[in-house]
């Protein structure tokens, strides 16, 4: 196995962490453990889905994302929007001031993802036509998804959609058009997403499968409003006329992607949150699932709206996106550029690759040997499941001592039981 | 008492002298399995299926004997009065034991005829009793062995081997 070095956009803060495994025990690839009284992340089993971060009472997982003043090093700067940011801003907050407000925080343009949404639903539906020897064919939007079935589901990652996501397309769109108009280097326009999740910062520095470089940063939608809290007043004040493009912004919600991309041909299922996520995936690696052609899947509840930097509950700010999707104004837009690099390719991407850290060993017998004796441990252990030895649960730890990263001394409750023991 | 056997001639003798000696294995999963208890059914097979994932074997090995084991199962729940199943991991393929408390199969050829099924409404208004567990268990083993009589308890065991 390659040892390559993964990216990730969560980092603990040693000063902080009391070592309660509150983060221990939401991981869903149990990649993290306490030991010395210490959270660690396995990095190579990290898929960035921020349960930790939100678990975490004390602030000592912190999510990293990129600082505005990184802006400042380009001539124009264009920031990006994911759909949910819509639904942070109280409703005496029109959508258009929450908008143009990022113009005040120095960016000289600023997108809607909900532009492409349209667009993106069409070259689905055409890339679920064109794929009918797949089914089901699996939403790559997610990149906590993404990372989840490299580690846990490999042998699912030809079912994954295999283009670009909504931000990147986009992306890809304005460097040929604004680079064009505005008479740019490519190294002097900068190109930011306003992000509702830990995953969609690491997706930003360490893509997957993407054959170009992209994106120069990704901001924490939950920081960029506290920039632009104060600045919210002048602006509804003084608004200007700009365009928004509200119908698109179903794309923050999972149900509303997957209601879009159904058909007459194409019956679409729709799942979020990871535990839901990871039940699905079982099913469908059982073939369990294949009368459904599109399989959305989002990491957290209700779709981005329930990312961890957002600072609106999801369900709240889905309600006030569904609000601005029924208000909004249907608007016209030409295609005809985004349609010729479809054509062209532009939108595809590298085969996912699996990452296989699940194996206890390469070579079966041995791996066989291994499950005797962490099922040895494990009859051992207390089997209370409490994480006070840092590892999730038993049969973690018991593993962990197989592995040789821990020792059966690690067990708080069997050495409370051996001293009471020695004292009678 | 009848009995019903059906192995892959590409591992006949390996099933044989399985079944003559049946040796001790390394790794034993154990599972209850209740009458009717749709909600907790699928359980078993999905504890077996990733135990299995770490072990590294592939996936198309890991479909058929998730999909075998899940299809007896949930022929447990529906039809008997509940029962267990083990599973014994040996190097080079699995044995999943399935062991119910009755009522039996009257005839087990006609059992494994698709699309035959003795289903109560329960179950079929729960989406199953389609009569294909049997022959999805059949398609999905390299060895299925089962003895039963009407009135008495019924075995059922599957052997799949994990290839490269």
Redesign the interface.
Known sequence: MSEKRYYHAIQILDDNCTGCTACVRVCPTEAIRVRDRKATIDQNRCIDCGNCVTACQFHAIIPRSDPLDIIQNFKYKVAIISSSYAGQFSEDVSYPVAKQALLKLGFDEVAEESYVTEFVIRIIRDYIRTHKEIRPIISSNCPAVVRLIQV?F??LLPNMLHLEAPMSILTRFIREEVQRSKNLKEDELGVFLIVPCVAHVTAVHQPEGAYKHLQDGACSAGMIYGKLKDLLKNIQNNPQEIDTYEKGLTWALSGLEGEMAEDKDIRALTVNGIENVMEVL?KV???YLDQYDYIVLRSCTNGCVGGCLNIENPFVAMSRIKKLIREGKPFDFDTTELDDLYKEGEFAVVPLKPR?I?????D??T???K??QI?EFLIMLPGLNCSACGSPTCYALAEDIVQGKATIDDCVVLLKRHTKEEEQ | MAEYWNINPEHESAVRDFFTSVPEA???LDFEIGEKDFVNSGKGS?EV?N?L?????G?ET??RI??AS?EAEINVTAHSQGGRMDSY???EFILIRFTDKGPGIADIEQAMVPGFSTADDLVREMGFGAGLGLPNILKNSDALHIVSAQGESTRVEIMIF?GN
């Open positions: 846990k490999p042998s079982s690696e059982d073939h296989s699940m194996e206890l060993d390469k079966i017998k791996a066989i040997k499950m005797k099922n | 390394d790794v034993v999905a299926k135990t994932k770490r072990l590294g074997i996936p890991l479909r998730a999909v899940y991991l040996y190097d994990y």
